[in-house]
C-alpha cells in the first residue's frame, strides 16, 4: 500500500474480518456488509442508504438456479438490518418489468409491480430504491449518504468537483427524485462507462459497485475517506460558515435555557398529538448556531432527500440573543415566530402544491436553532426527535464541507415538495401502526426506583410514553433504570436523583426532564416511606420526617409541575400515589396515616387549582402492597406484624384476609390504576380517589 493509499484509509478503517467471512454466503455477507457500513455514521445516517446483492439461488418451484436481487426493505436501517429486512426479487422479472414503464410520468405506478416480482414469498416490502439496485450491472452495490460526498453533491460546481476529486472512477448524475427513472439512468451511465466504479448524485449521495462483497465494502470506504481528505486539506484554516458572531453560554446556563424554552415551544407544537423534545449543544451545533452565515444557510435547506424528509423544508431560528441573554423577550416573542412560520410552510404548500397532493400536514417546525445554545428538535416520539437531530447535524455537516470549497445548495423547493407530499410516501405514512395510548407523553415518577414506581413506569413505556424515574437511591434507580432500558430502549428512560424534600434538587430534576424530552405531561408523585408507633412513642423527628416527604414532598414536586403544565398549556395529570391509610385510621401509625390524609387533601385543592388549564389531580390508594415495595423493608414490616399480632410469613395472608375481596394486592394492580388516571379514559376525571385495596369498607369514600 503506497503512502497516498495508507493516507485514503486513515479516516475510516476496514472492519471486515475474512475468518469470519470466509464461511458465508453471498446473502449473509450483504448483511455483515450492510451493518459493518451502518455502524459508522460518517459513512450513512441511520435509516438511509440501501445495499444489495444479486445471488444465484434455487428457484423454490423448478429447483433450477435463478439470480435473486437482495436488497434493503422499505423502512429498514442498514446498520440494525437483520435477514428478514431484506427484500428479495427475481432479476429476470425485474429486467422484465421494463416493458410495463411507460415513462416519467407514470414511474410511481412501478412500485405496484414489484410485489408480482418477489421471491419466495418473502414478506418484506421493497423500497422505492429497488430498481436504482436491480439495473446496475454488477453483483454488489452500495448506497450511502456520507456528509463528506453529500458536501460534494451540494455542491453549486458538485460535477466539476466529482472529476477534481475522483477523475474517472467516480462519475455524476444530476438530480433526480428516487424511483425507476433514476434507475435507468444508472443502468446507462454504468452500460456508458463500463471501469467506473461509482456514481456522485447531486443533492443526493453515492453509490459504488463490485462483483465481490469486501471489495465493494472497501471500495465505498476508499471512496468516502479520499473525499474526506479532500475537505481537510481544503477547509484547513478557513473559518467555518463566515466565522462566529455569537459566543457559547456555559453548559449549565444552556441547559437552562433550553429548559425554559422547549415547555414553551412544546405547548405549541403539540396542537395536533404530543411532541417529544430533544436538545443537542455539540460542538458541531454550537459553530453551526454561533456563525454569521447561519441563518442565510438555514433558510436554503437540506439537501439531502433523507435529511430532509427528517427535518423538513428549513429550521426556524429562534430570536435569542446570548450576549443580552433576552430569554424573556423571547419566550414573548416565540407566539410570533412560530405563527410565522407556520404562515411560511402554508404559503409554501400552497406555491408548490398538485391537484392530487395529500392535505397539508403539520406546519411546525421540527429543528429550532437557537444562538449561544444550541439546537431543539420535536417530533412525535424521543427517537425521531433525535433522529431528526442527528440528520441535522449532517446536514450541517454537509453545509460546512460545501460552504468551504464551493457554494451550498438547498435542494429546489419544488423538488423538496415532490418528495416530501409525494403519493408514495403518503401511503407508507398511512400504513403506519396506530400511535398507543401514551404516545407522545412524558411523565415523572417519583420513588422510581421501588415496586409501585417500576411498575407504573413500565406501565406507561408499554403505551408508548417516555418516563423519567426519580428517587433519592441512585444504586436502586440504576437497577431499574436497566431492567427498564432492555426492554424499551434507551430513547425513553432517563433517571434523576432526587431528594423530593429539598426544593433545589426538584428544581433541578424539572430542568433535567424539560431537556431530556421537552416537557412534561404526567406526575406519579409516589415517593415514601413508612412508620409505625403507638402516639407516646412517636418522636417529633419521626412525625416531621413523615409530614415532610409525604406531605411537603408532594407539594414541592406539584408545584413545580404546575409551572411547566401551565407553560406547555396542553393539560396533564397527577397522581398521587397515597394509601389507604389517608382515609382509614390504623392503629400506631398516626404520623404515617395523618401524613397520607394530607396527601389526599392537597391532591383535591389542586384539582380545583388546575381545572382551568386542564389539569387533572387524581389520587391511587393501595393497601398492603407487601410484595415489591420498599416501604416493607426493615422495621416497618417488623412494627407491622407485632401490631396484628403476627410474623412476617403470616402478615400477607392476614391483610389478604381482612379484604372484602380476599385477594393480594400488588404492584401492577396499582399501575393499572395510575395508568387509568394518565391516560385519556379518564379525561373528566379529576379530584377523584381509587382504592386499590381488595376492599375496605373504613376506607369508602363515600
Not at 421471491?119 to 429497488?130: E, G, H, K, M, Y
Request: charged share 20%.
Amino acid at each position: 500500500m503506497t503512502s497516498v493509499d495508507q493516507r485514503l484509509h486513515a479516516c475510516l478503517q476496514s472492519q471486515w474480518d475474512d475468518t469470519l467471512a470466509q464461511d458465508m454466503s453471498e446473502s449473509e455477507k450483504l448483511l455483515y456488509r450492510s451493518n459493518l457500513l451502518g455502524s459508522d455514521k460518517r459513512i450513512t445516517n441511520y435509516g438511509g442508504g440501501n445495499t444489495s446483492a444479486k445471488v444465484m439461488q434455487p428457484d423454490p418451484l423448478t429447483g433450477s438456479d435463478t439470480e435473486v436481487l437482495w436488497v434493503k426493505g422499505s423502512g429498514g436501517d442498514v446498520g440494525s438490518i437483520k435477514m428478514d429486512g431484506f427484500s428479495t426479487l427475481y432479476m429476470d422479472k425485474l429486467r422484465a418489468l421494463k416493458g410495463k414503464y411507460r415513462g416519467l410520468a407514470f414511474e410511481d405506478e412501478m412500485v405496484g409491480f414489484l410485489p408480482h416480482c418477489t421471491f419466495n414469498l418473502n414478506p418484506r416490502a421493497a423500497s422505492i430504491d429497488t430498481p436504482l439496485h436491480a439495473y446496475v450491472p454488477k453483483a454488489h452495490v452500495d448506497h450511502m449518504h456520507p456528509d463528506a460526498i453529500i458536501a460534494i453533491a451540494a455542491s453549486k460546481n458538485s460535477r466539476e468537483l466529482t472529476r477534481q476529486i475522483f477523475g474517472d472512477q467516480i462519475g455524476w448524475l444530476p438530480w433526480k427524485k428516487p424511483g425507476y427513472e433514476l434507475g435507468l439512468w444508472l443502468e446507462k451511465f454504468c452500460l456508458e462507462n463500463p471501469d467506473a466504479k461509482g456514481v456522485v448524485l447531486e443533492s443526493h449521495g453515492l453509490f459504488t459497485w463490485a462483483d465481490d462483497a469486501k471489495e465493494c465494502y472497501e471500495l465505498t470506504l476508499q471512496i468516502i475517506n479520499r473525499a474526506i481528505n479532500f475537505f481537510d486539506a481544503e477547509t484547513k484554516g478557513k473559518p467555518a460558515f463566515g466565522g462566529a458572531v455569537h459566543t457559547s453560554l456555559s453548559p449549565d446556563a444552556r441547559r437552562a435555557v433550553a429548559a425554559e424554552m422547549m415547555p414553551a415551544i412544546r405547548g405549541f407544537v403539540s396542537g395536533n398529538q404530543h411532541m417529544v423534545g430533544h436538545f443537542d449543544d455539540s460542538d458541531a451545533v454550537l459553530e453551526f448556531v454561533n456563525a454569521r452565515n447561519m441563518p442565510d444557510l438555514a433558510a436554503l435547506g437540506t439537501s439531502c432527500p433523507d435529511h430532509f424528509l427528517r427535518t423538513k423544508i428549513r429550521p426556524l431560528v429562534v430570536a435569542f440573543d446570548p450576549a443580552r441573554e433576552n430569554l424573556d423577550e423571547v419566550l414573548t416573542g416565540l407566539p410570533d415566530q412560530i405563527a410565522a412560520y407556520r404562515d411560511d410552510y402554508a404559503a409554501y404548500y400552497d406555491r408548490c402544491k398538485h391537484a392530487d397532493s395529500p392535505a397539508i400536514r403539520d406546519p411546525n417546525a421540527v429543528v429550532y436553532l437557537v444562538p449561544g445554545v444550541g439546537m431543539i428538535t420535536f417530533a412525535k416520539d424521543k427517537a425521531t426527535a433525535r433522529i431528526s437531530g442527528e440528520f441535522y447535524v449532517n446536514a450541517i455537516n454537509v453545509m460546512r464541507g460545501a460552504s468551504c470549497v464551493s457554494e451550498y445548495c438547498g435542494l429546489p423547493e419544488q423538488e423538496a415538495f415532490d418528495i416530501e407530499y409525494w403519493l408514495l410516501e403518503e401511503a407508507k405514512l398511512q400504513r403506519m401502526p396506530k400511535p398507543k395510548s401514551l404516545a407522545g407523553r412524558v411523565a415523572l415518577v417519583t420513588g422510581g426506583a421501588g415496586g409501585i414506581g417500576m411498575a407504573t413506569a413500565e406501565r406507561y413505556l408499554s403505551e408508548g410514553a417516555c418516563v423519567m424515574l426519580a428517587d433519592i437511591d441512585q444504586d436502586g434507580l440504576a437497577s431499574t433504570a436497566s431492567a427498564l432500558s432492555g426492554s424499551y430502549g434507551n430513547d425513553v428512560v432517563r433517571t434523576v436523583q432526587m431528594n423530593v424534600t429539598d426544593e433545589a434538587a426538584v428544581a433541578a430534576a424539572y430542568i433535567n426532564l424539560s431537556v431530556e424530552f421537552g416537557g412534561i405531561d404526567i406526575l406519579v408523585s409516589n415517593a415514601g416511606i413508612a412508620s409505625s408507633a403507638p402516639i407516646e412513642d412517636t418522636s417529633l423527628e419521626l412525625w416531621n420526617r413523615n409530614m415532610s416527604i409525604l406531605s411537603t414532598g408532594y407539594f414541592l414536586v406539584s408545584r413545580a409541575a404546575f409551572g411547566i403544565l401551565r407553560t406547555q398549556g396542553i393539560g396533564g395529570s397527577i397522581v398521587f400515589v397515597a394509601s389507604k391509610n389517608g382515609l382509614a385510621a390504623s392503629p400506631n401509625a398516626a404520623a404515617y396515616c395523618t401524613a397520607k390524609a394530607s396527601e389526599i387533601h392537597l391532591a383535591r385543592c389542586l384539582a380545583l387549582e388546575g381545572a382551568d388549564a386542564g389539569i387533572r389531580v387524581n389520587v391511587v390508594n393501595p393497601d398492603a402492597v407487601l410484595r415489591g415495595s420498599r416501604i416493607w423493608e426493615g422495621e416497618w414490616l417488623d412494627q407491622r406484624a407485632s401490631t396484628y399480632g403476627t410474623d412476617k410469613d403470616g402478615l400477607e395472608e392476614m391483610y389478604r384476609q381482612r379484604s372484602m375481596l380476599k385477594r393480594s394486592v400488588f404492584p401492577e394492580d396499582i399501575a393499572e390504576a395510575a395508568y387509568f388516571f394518565a391516560s385519556d379514559k379518564s379525561a373528566k376525571s379529576t379530584g377523584n380517589i381509587i382504592n386499590v385495596d381488595a376492599g375496605n369498607k373504613e376506607a369508602f369514600t363515600r
